[in-house]
C-alpha cells in the first residue's frame, strides 16, 4: 500500500512539472478580473491623477513616450512582457500562468483603468506580477506606464 502510494504521488506529482512545463508562458483566461473580489469594487472607480490624464484613452503623446522609458527601463516590465508588450519577454516565456499580452484589444476592452492600475501597485496574489509600487516605481509612474500598455492596441487611443 505505501508503494501504492508513493507511486501515486509520483504521477501526480509528474503530471504538474509536464503541465507546468506545456503551458509555461501561457496566459490564464485575460478576459477574468484579477483584482480580488474585495477590492475590486473601489479599484474600479479609482482614478489617475488630474494633472496627468482623465482617462488613459485621452493620455497624450508625452505621457505614453514617458510610460514607454519606464515600461522598457526602471519599471522593468519589459523582461516578462516584451518589448512588443505581447507577453513574449524573456522571463515571462518560463512562467505559470504567463504575463498578459497587452496588444489584445479584448483585454483592455474589459478592464478599467483603476483596476489595471491596481494590479500594477499590488500585484495579482499568486502569479509572477508582484507589487510594483512602491518597490519599483512610484504610483504616478504607474499611471503613465498603464497608457503606455493601453497603447499596445492599436485602437485604444484612436477614439478620442
Ligand atoms: C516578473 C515578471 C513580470 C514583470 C517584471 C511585470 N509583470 Fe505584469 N504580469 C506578469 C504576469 C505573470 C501577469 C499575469 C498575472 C495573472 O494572470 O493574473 C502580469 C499581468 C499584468 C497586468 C494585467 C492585470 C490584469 O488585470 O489582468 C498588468 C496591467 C501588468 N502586468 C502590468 C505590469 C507593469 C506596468 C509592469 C512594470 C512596472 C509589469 N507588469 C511587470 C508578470 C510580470
Redesign the pocket.
Known amino acids: 500500500m505505501k508503494k501504492f502510494l508513493a507511486i501515486c504521488s509520483l504521477i501526480t506529482a509528474f503530471a504538474f512539472i509536464s503541465g507546468d512545463l506545456a503551458f509555461a508562458g501561457a496566459?490564464?483566461d485575460?478576459l477574468k478580473?484579477?483584482?480580488p473580489r474585495a477590492d475590486r469594487g473601489k479599484a474600479k472607480k479609482m482614478k489617475p491623477p488630474k494633472e496627468l490624464y482623465k482617462k488613459s484613452k485621452k493620455a497624450s503623446d508625452e505621457i505614453v513616450a514617458a510610460g514607454k522609458k519606464?515600461?522598457e527601463g526602471k519599471?522593468?516590465?519589459v523582461?516578462?512582457?516584451g518589448k512588443l508588450g505581447d507577453g513574449l519577454?524573456p522571463?515571462?516565456k518560463v512562467?505559470t500562468?504567463?504575463?498578459?499580452n497587452?496588444t489584445n484589444c479584448k483585454?483592455h476592452k474589459k478592464?478599467k483603468d483603476g483596476?489595471?492600475f491596481w494590479?500594477?501597485k499590488n500585484g495579482?496574489p499568486g502569479?509572477?506580477?508582484?507589487a510594483?509600487v512602491p518597490a519599483?516605481?512610484t504610483d504616478d509612474e504607474?499611471w503613465k506606464?498603464?497608457a503606455y500598455?493601453r497603447s499596445f492596441c492599436k485602437k485604444w487611443r484612436k477614439k478620442k
Open positions: 496566459e490564464k485575460p478580473a484579477r483584482v519606464i515600461f519599471g522593468t516590465c523582461n516578462c512582457h519577454g522571463a515571462g512562467l500562468p504567463g504575463p498578459r497587452f483585454f478592464r483596476e489595471l494590479i500594477i495579482s502569479t509572477g506580477m508582484v510594483m519599483t516605481i504607474a506606464v498603464l500598455e
